[in-house]
Every structure is written in C-alpha cells, then in structure tokens.
C-alpha cells in the first residue's frame, strides 16, 4: 500500500495559525479524513472528506487540499488543540493513515 | 451519545492468543460498519481490520491477515477481534472505531473511538 507524509512535529504560538500537512501524489482525488488524540484519550475526528467539521469541533479548525497535499489549519491556537493530529485515507477498503503530527502551542 | 468500550486487553507471551470485546451503545449498532485500530509504542496508527454492519464483509492488515478475525454480534452491539499467533510487534494499544456508514468505502471516516486497550507481547 502507499503512505502518507506528515512532519513529525509542528510548533506554534498561542494565538497564532498552525498548518498541519499530509502528502501523497495525487492525494486531491481521495476523501481525507483528520483524528486526534490527546494522551489517555480516545482519538477525535476533526475533520472528515477534506473540509467538513463534526459538531463540536470548532469553526476555527478547517482542512484543505492541493494535488497533492492536504492541509490540517488551527487558526488562533490554544494550549487545548496540543496533541497528535494523523490524516487518513482509504486504499479501496483498507485504511491508511499517516505517521502522525505532534502539534505543541508555546 | 454515542459509546465505545473496549476490554480484554492482556499481557500474553508470543504465538499466545487473545480476544477482544468492544460494547457499544447510543446508536443502533447493526446499521454501522465497525473497525479496529492499533496504536503502536511509537505512537504511529495503524488499521488492524474493518466489519460491514451485517457482518457479511471483512478486511484486513496485511500484518494480522490469517492471524486476526473480526466479528460481531448485532444481537449484543459487540465488536470482537480474536488475536492468534501474538508476535512482539501486535504490542500496541487496540481502539475499536464506528464507522460512519454501514459498508466500508473511500468516502467514509471513522466518526467515533473507544479509550482503547492494551495489548502486550512478550516473555
């Protein structure tokens, strides 16, 4: 199967936009799906087909995508959006996520 | 409000087995495909196996094919996984997940997780 590519670790100020991205070519013709999970936590969906938000997740946490990039952005970042962010497709009926992204709000 | 609780997470020595239980509840269990993801020691993610709502399809890792078997029983709203052959490298925390629809395919996510249990490999 094939994988998808994410920085091990993303830092931002508090208040300020983090980008989270996840690669593979051709990546725009896949529905991407976003999780994360906090330590001792059950993982969250944060953003599901590219762009769409579960209730509860706020306005501020959108998704996007290019040809081969999608991109996780927390905008106004806060000490409570810290944790591990992992992107994830499906290769037919097989779900493949990526290596995951440790997000840290200084 | 949805639920999931996962259980029977051991530590058992390598080519041991284990089973799995995942209770769910606040949906109807039957009308959702179900899966199991593992969290390995270095904190990667990794899709283990994948259950239609009936029960009528299954997928699995290459890493656990011929090894692991999935099942369910609507009847109970339980997610099983039974882990034969256990090797080092199953040691990983095992969440059980819904799915959004009630088959698996590309569109769909995994719209809820449990709090996971663990599974330890070793002599």
């Known amino acids: 199967s094939f994988e998808l590519t994410q920085p091990l670790s993303v830092s931002v100020a508090l208040g300020q936009t983090a980008k989270i991205t996840c690669g593979r070519d051709?990546?725009?013709?896949?529905?991407v799906h976003w999780y994360l999970r906090k330590p001792g936590q059950a993982p969250v969906l944060v953003i599901y087909?590219?762009?769409l938000r579960p209730s509860g997740i706020p306005e501020r946490v959108s998704g996007s995508k290019s040809r081969n990039t999608a991109t996780l952005t927390i905008s106004r970042a806060q000490a409570g959006d810290e944790g591990d962010y992992y992107c994830q497709v499906w290769d037919t009926t097989t779900a493949v996520f990526g290596g995951g992204t440790k997000l840290t709000v200084l | 409000e949805v639920h999931l609780l996962e259980s029977g997470g051991d530590l058992v020595q390598p080519g041991g087995s284990l089973r799995l239980s995942c209770a769910a509840s606040g949906f109807t269990f039957s009308s959702y495909a179900m899966s199991w993801v593992r969290q390995t020691p270095g904190k990667a993610l990794e899709w283990v196996s994948g259950i239609s709502g009936a029960g009528d399809k299954t997928d699995y890792a290459d890493s656990v094919k011929g090894r692991f078997t999935i099942s369910r029983d609507n009847s109970k709203s339980t997610l099983f996984l039974q882990m034969n052959s256990l090797r080092a490298d199953d040691t990983a925390i095992y969440y059980c997940?819904?799915?959004?629809?009630?088959?698996?395919?590309?569109?769909?996510?995994?719209?809820?997780w449990g709090q996971g249990t663990l599974v330890t490999v070793s002599s």
């Open positions: 051709n990546i725009a013709d896949e529905n």
């Open positions: 087909r590219d762009i």
């Open positions: 997940a819904k799915v959004e629809d009630i088959e698996i395919f590309p569109a769909v996510c995994l719209d809820y």
